[in-house]
């Protein structure tokens, strides 16, 4: 798990270079592209066509479907605002999944719970209010905006596919996810494409792909090996790479509120996920 983090980081800060160059919906593209790829070589020679063989084929196109857009405003969001604070919004996620289990899965959330979600998104509130330094306000607000619907989507995604879990092995959701997104990527990027710059932009955009598959079987590894609540904790270790990449590669160090709020998100998240454990100071 945490391999796993420091290559999504990588991913993010590829996707927000890119972003800066290049039409977004032609990062998603690539990211996707390399994710199929990485699928069909890890996949295909042990499953073969069994890969394709879907029990709800239009639940695994809804999931695959929501996952492309919670990355494309993700990488929209990474062209305005910082790596750490993104990161920081994202970590809302697992409040949402419990918001929604309620309505979709008929789950009962304790009032513990529901205080954590409050607080997690009172951290939230705190990274989106301040505006940024290397950005207008209005275009942070905005950034953080598309940030946190791409943590709406996450949220749904991971519902969808706790619904699936029963009914379609795990290869065939994980084969779905990367070539839903390839082939819908696919059909939009001829619009917008544009030819990158020098060896570096090739480089990146050939890399987003792999480090985003290599750090999603990373993470299927990581909850095979043990418990999920074992290792769903190392997950916050991203937002150290995260602020790391953001000021060694963009010059950019979170603000006050940014950490703040980061901390009481990550802390939101920690009580979410041990809400039987009594935590000692």
């Not at 996952?67 to 970590?91: H, K, Q």
Request: hydrophobic residues 55%; proline residues 4%; glycine residues 8%.
């Amino acid at each position: 798990m945490l391999a796993a983090m420091a290559f999504i980081s990588v991913q993010e800060a590829l996707a927000k270079y890119l972003g800066e160059h290049l039409p977004v919906s032609q990062v998603v593209w690539a990211r996707y592209l390399g994710h199929l790829l990485l699928m069909l070589v890890v996949l295909w020679p042990r499953y073969g066509n069994q890969i394709f063989k879907a029990n709800k084929l239009s639940m695994q196109v809804l999931r695959s479907v929501i996952l492309l857009v919670d990355t494309a405003l993700f990488f929209y969001g990474l062209t305005m605002i910082g790596l750490a604070e993104a990161t920081a919004i994202f970590f809302s996620v697992p409040a949402l999944v419990i918001i929604l289990s309620i309505p979709l899965l008929g789950e009962r959330v304790s009032t513990s719970a529901m205080l954590a979600i409050g607080l997690g998104f009172i951290g939230t509130i705190i990274i989106v209010r301040p505006g940024s330094e290397y950005a207008g306000a209005d275009n942070f607000l905005f950034g953080a905006l598309c940030v946190f619907g791409a943590a709406c989507c996450t949220a749904i995604y991971n519902v969808i596919t706790r619904k699936l879990a029963n009914s379609d092995p795990l290869p065939v959701t994980l084969f779905y996810t990367a070539m839903i997104g390839a082939l819908v990527s696919s059909m939009v990027v001829p619009f917008f494409w544009q030819m990158p710059q020098g060896s570096l932009q090739w480089s990146a955009l050939i890399c987003i792909g792999l480090f985003g598959g290599v750090a999603h079987s990373l993470i299927i590894a990581a909850h095979q090996y043990t418990a999920a609540t074992v290792v769903a904790p190392f997950m916050y270790t991203q937002i150290f790479w995260a602020i790391f990449f953001g000021w060694l590669i963009f010059s950019e160090l979170p603000d006050s509120y940014a950490y703040v709020g980061g901390v009481i998100v990550i802390i939101s998240g920690l009580c979410l996920l041990f809400p039987r454990r009594k935590i000692k100071f």
